[in-house]
């Protein structure tokens, strides 16, 4: 069992820069693959980055550039910093853990309760 908690979001100007924490509780943190999605209002989750127990990152083409995805295994933790901000990048972002790296929900079974990011244009 893994339990996921982010935490940084909040109300950035547009071109500003964010780092999201997702802190993961349990032994086994570095066997599992970790993803960020995200989620605007009327929108559907969308993928934004994952990276493998090896470290290996994929990106979504929307965020490829801006985003960049880290994790810290003594820490249990993974980041997401976002660099620079866009007003399209507002959503409530959530973290994810699973067996590998993938692009899909549902190839995920840990989720957070996810962290609200605001940009103001």
């Known amino acids: 069992q893994v339990q996921l908690v982010e935490s940084g979001g909040g109300l950035v100007q547009a071109g500003g820069s964010l780092r999201l924490s997702c802190a993961a509780s349990g032994r086994t943190f570095s066997t599992y693959a970790l993803g960020w999605f995200r989620q605007a209002p009327g929108k559907e989750r969308e993928f934004v980055a994952a990276i493998s127990w090896s470290y290996s990152v994929s990106y979504a083409d929307s965020v490829k550039g801006r985003f960049t995805i880290s994790r810290d295994n003594a820490k249990n933790t993974v980041y997401l910093h976002i660099n620079p901000l866009k007003p399209e990048d507002a959503a409530v972002y959530y973290c994810?853990?699973?067996?590998?790296?993938?692009?899909?929900?549902?190839?995920?079974?840990?989720w957070g309760q996810g962290t609200q990011v605001t940009v103001s244009s």
């Open positions: 994810a853990a699973g067996p590998i790296r993938a692009n899909t929900s549902n190839r995920y079974d840990y």
